[in-house]
C-alpha cells in the first residue's frame, strides 16, 4: 500500500541552489497538493492540481513551480532557493467525487536552506 | 482572514480523561466538510474524524467525536478517555469549494495536545 510516496525525505540545500520535491500516488486520485509547515505551525497550500495538465496556486506560491503531466506524479520545484524556504513539505492526494473524501498525506520532506 | 481557528496553541490533559479541542471556522460556501488530523512527533499526518456542513448527526469514530455546532461554525474534537498515545499536535482542516469549481483544504495552526500520566 504505497499511497503518497515523496522523496527526498531530508535535504540541505544552499542558498541560490534549485530542487525538485518528487511526488507519486498510486490511488488514482484526480487532486493533488503541495503544502508547507513551518515549525510549531500550521499547514499552508502552496500549489495544487484537479488533473493532469491542470495546476493553481494556494496560499504561498512565491518561490515554487510546479507541473502536472500525469495523474500520478506531482513535483514541486524550488528555483533560487532562499532560508525563508526552510519548512517540511507534505504533498497530498484525494479522490473528489465525495464531501467526505479525505486528504492523504506523504510522510513529508524536511528541507533546509542555509 | 484566518478560515480556520484554533485557539489553544497547547492542552494538558489527564490520562483517561476527556478533553476538547477547538475549533472554529469560516465560509461562505454552503457544502463544505471538516476533518480532523493527528500529527505525531514522527510527523504524519493521520485522519481521524470528518463532519459534512449537511449532516445531521454529530460524527463519531471509537474514542473520537466531533461536536458540530452549525450557527456557531465550531467543529471541536471531543477525546474521551485519553491515552498516552494520544500526545500528539491535532489539525482541523475545511474542505471548501473555490470559484473556479474545485475544492481546497485549509488548515487551521493546530493545537498540541500532551496527555499525562
Known amino acids: 500500500n504505497a499511497g503518497v510516496t515523496q522523496t527526498p525525505k531530508f535535504r540541505i540545500l544552499k542558498i541560490g541552489q534549485s530542487m525538485t520535491l518528487q511526488c507519486a500516488q498510486d490511488?488514482?486520485?484526480?487532486?493533488m497538493y503541495w503544502y508547507r509547515q513551518d515549525p510549531g505551525m500550521g499547514l499552508k497550500l502552496i500549489y495544487y492540481?484537479?488533473?493532469?495538465?491542470?495546476?493553481d496556486k494556494g496560499e504561498v506560491p512565491n518561490g515554487y513551480n510546479v507541473s502536472r503531466s500525469t495523474t500520478e506524479d506531482f513535483p514541486l520545484r524550488l528555483e533560487l532557493a532562499a532560508p525563508s524556504q526552510t519548512s517540511v513539505y507534505f504533498c497530498?492526494?484525494?479522490?473528489?467525487?465525495?464531501?467526505?473524501?479525505?486528504?492523504?498525506f506523504g510522510e513529508g520532506s524536511w528541507l533546509t536552506v542555509v | 482572514a484566518q478560515k480556520i481557528t484554533q485557539t489553544q496553541p497547547g492542552m494538558f490533559v489527564q490520562e483517561k480523561e476527556a478533553v476538547t479541542l477547538d475549533c472554529t471556522y469560516d465560509?461562505?460556501?454552503?457544502?463544505?466538510?471538516l476533518f480532523w488530523y493527528k500529527q505525531p512527533s514522527s510527523g504524519e499526518m493521520i485522519f481521524l474524524i470528518y463532519?459534512?456542513?449537511?449532516?445531521?448527526q454529530n460524527a463519531t469514530e471509537g474514542r473520537y467525536s466531533l461536536n458540530f455546532q452549525k450557527a456557531r461554525k465550531s467543529a471541536n474534537l471531543v477525546i474521551s478517555a485519553s491515552q498516552l498515545g494520544d500526545s500528539a499536535m491535532y489539525f482541523c482542516?475545511?474542505?471548501?469549494?473555490?470559484?473556479?469549481?474545485?475544492?481546497?483544504?485549509?488548515f487551521g495552526t493546530g493545537t498540541r495536545l500532551k496527555v499525562l500520566a
Open positions: 497530498a492526494s484525494s479522490q473528489q467525487i465525495l464531501p467526505g473524501n479525505t486528504i492523504y
Open positions: 490511488m488514482n486520485h484526480n487532486y
Open positions: 492540481s484537479v488533473g493532469a495538465g491542470i495546476t
Open positions: 465560509t461562505s460556501d454552503p457544502s463544505y466538510g
Open positions: 463532519q459534512g456542513s449537511y449532516d445531521q
Open positions: 482542516a475545511m474542505r471548501e469549494g473555490t470559484t473556479s469549481g474545485t475544492y481546497k483544504y485549509i
